[in-house]
Structure formats: C-alpha cells, structure tokens
C-alpha cells in the first residue's frame, strides 16, 4: 500500500468552497467480495481494481466497481478488531464515505474545519507510478463521513494502493442495465435533526437547498417524515436529508434509524437512461423491488399526461412517475441491500423532470409501509 505523508500547503483560490462532483461512494459491508459479485453481476458494474492481503493491507479488502460515472467500493474487515468490523457490527452493510471531488484537498479541510467541520484525517498524499492523490476527511451525520478527493490527473485504476483488476472474461452483464451517474444519495437523521444537517452542508461545504423541493412534508395514514434537498452550485451533488415527523405510527426512518444504530445514508440513486430496459434486465438477474400497488397505475395517467413509455410496461414492472414543471422522472426502488431494512437503490431516469419524485412518495411510502408491516415494525 502506498504510504501517506502530510500535504503541502494548498494555494490560495477564488471560489469560496468548489465541489466538483461526488468521487465515489465506499460502503462497509459484511462480505465486500460477494457485495462486489452482485454489483457487477446484477447491477452490470466492472470490476475495475482491488485492495487487500496481495496488495498488502493486512486489516481489510476493498472492491472497486464503475459504471458510467458511478465509482462505488465495497470494503470488508480481515480480523475482528478493525474499524469496518466494529462499523459493520453495529450498522451492518452501509456506505460508510461519501466522497467529494474538489481541486484542492488540503483547502476544503481548512475550510471545512474553519466553518465548523469535525476533522476525522488531516489533508494527505499518496502517490505511486500513476499519480499523487491528495485527500482529507471530515465528519458527517452518524458515522458517516466526506472524504475530499484532490485527483490532479491521477492516471490508476482508483487511489495509489489499489491494483487494477483484469475484465474475467465474458460477463454476464452485457445488453444489461446501463446507469450513467450517481442523481443522489439521501441520509436520514432523527428527529429534528434535518435542519442541523441542513445547515451543515450550507455552512460548511457551500451548498444550498433545491428551491422547488423545500420544507416537503411527507405523510401517510400512519406516519410522516420531512426532506429537504441540498444541492451544490452545479447541481451535480444532490443530498436530501430526511427526517421522521409524529405520525400515529413509526415511519420508515424511524425504522432505519433503529436497524442502522443512528443516522446513515438511506438509498443512492443511480440515473438510467431506459429504465423499462434496466429494471427488466435487474430482475431477471434477481434483483427484487418494492412492490407498487396495483390502483396506483390507475389514476396515472391523469395524473402525469402524457408520457414515452408503454403504461403496461411500468405497471408490469413496477415503475412510478412522477411530474414537475420541467418534465417526469420515472423511479424505482431495491429492496435493502443487506440483511437490515436499511440502505437501498433507487433506479430514475429524468425525462426533464429536476425533482425527486415527491407525487410517488405518498404510493412509494404506503407500498413501504406494507413491507414494514410484514417485518412486524410498523
Ligand atoms: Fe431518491
């Protein structure tokens, strides 16, 4: 593994805090090779480097898989006694590091850490016969944390440390789903935390809320919960933060909350641009979605006017729509990825539409709910 040394000092620069993109999620799961397996055989991403024994780490094994612009990494534990194992132990399979593209690592710490920001590694550098990367890493809600990323025109297959992984011959995956980009990764917090949060990603990282999205309150018959959207100047970050509301009963953050010991990212939203061909391919690899209840394809139509895809096909598969002032996205939602009713996938192709499906969440939240029921949670 490369060896880190601190920083050098960063250069001054104009723009108060620039992000130029999410660099990658790393989830902490109980079994990174299998978690690997299935992204890249269901989910269609290349397995495109490897971190573990034969790199020389001796603690963990980390898995790298893109697709598109996606760069996700699944890490597990080697012994009992490490960080991941003690992670994964108390919130299972979850993503761990939200890590954000900047020009300057060392700068977005000192800034971080100037507006407020709890430092967790201080700025730096690893370097080897492909590059330098510069990175640093700042608190975030519950255990999760940012990591900036400074790349500088890296050249490997992911950080210094990392082995490039070779295609294994045919796989599976081809003709099957194609996502482009990382739309959104959602947290959830307690109750009456959104706002903290929400002043966190504003004050420290330079983020501002979506103005179409503000203060929505979500309810059902039997529970609520509140989001709000913040977003980078660019649009290219989007992090909603939700949280549960009093509802007559417990809402499905609440249950996240207790089966994730804390706050954590709820789903990542992967954008498609065919998502009747996605979906399709997914679940004939033998990924499972929630389930939409029949009567919500009735009234769709009225709801939403026209739209390109065959209203049979979404109803077949599951597929909600939802409309704006801009377009429609359509979306669709894993099941947990894991063994707890926690992190998921959100699969959405934007057709105009810049919102995040607020119209479904009312179908998305009793079609939750019913699931919750079955897990005697509700
Ligand atoms: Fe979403």
Do not use: C
């Amino acid at each position: 593994m490369a060896s880190f040394a601190p920083a050098e000092a960063a250069a001054p620069q104009g723009d108060p805090f620039p992000l130029l993109g999410i660099d990658h999620l790393e989830l902490w799961v109980g079994n990174a090779a299998q978690a690997a397996f299935f992204l890249e055989h269901a989910f269609g991403f290349h397995h495109v480097a490897y971190a573990g024994l034969e790199t020389g780490l001796r603690d963990r094994a980390s898995h790298v898989l893109v697709q598109g612009t996606v760069r996700l990494v699944v890490t597990g534990t080697l012994r009992g006694d490490t960080p991941v194992a003690a992670h994964h132990a108390r919130h299972g399979d979850g993503v761990k590091v939200i890590a954000l593209a900047v020009p300057d690592a060392a700068r977005a710490y000192a800034d971080a850490l100037a507006r407020g920001a709890t430092g967790i590694a201080e700025p730096a550098r690893a370097a080897d016969e492909d590059g330098t990367v510069r990175t640093a890493t700042i608190a975030a809600y519950g255990e999760t944390v940012h990591t900036f990323v400074e790349r500088d025109g890296y050249a490997g297959a992911f950080l210094p440390g990392y082995a490039a992984v070779e295609p294994a011959g045919p796989r599976g995956a081809a003709g099957g789903p194609v996502f482009e980009d990382l739309d959104h990764v959602v947290a959830n917090v307690e109750a009456g935390r959104m706002d903290h949060w929400v002043g966190f990603y504003a004050d420290v990282l330079g983020m501002a809320q979506m103005r179409h999205f503000s203060d929505e309150a979500i309810a059902t018959e039997h529970s609520a919960l509140m989001s709000k959207v913040m977003a980078d100047g660019t649009g290219r970050i989007k992090l909603p933060v939700n949280e549960p509301a009093p509802g007559r009963r417990r809402s499905q953050v609440d249950e996240f909350l207790e089966f994730n010991e804390g706050p954590g990212a709820q789903h990542i939203a992967l954008t498609t641009r065919d998502i009747v061909a996605t979906v399709e391919h997914l679940r004939v690899r033998g990924v499972t979605f929630l389930p939409t209840p029949d009567a919500y394809y009735d009234d769709l139509p009225a709801r939403v006017g026209p739209i390109d895809e065959s209203l049979e096909d979404l109803h077949r598969l599951g597929i909600l729509v939802d409309r704006d002032d801009e377009g429609y996205l359509l979306q669709v939602f894993t099941r947990p990825l894991g063994d707890r009713p926690t992190v998921f996938f959100e699969i959405i192709q934007r057709r105009g539409a810049r919102g995040f499906g607020a119209g479904n969440f009312k179908a998305l939240f009793e079609a939750l709910e019913r699931e919750q029921d079955r897990r005697g949670n509700l």
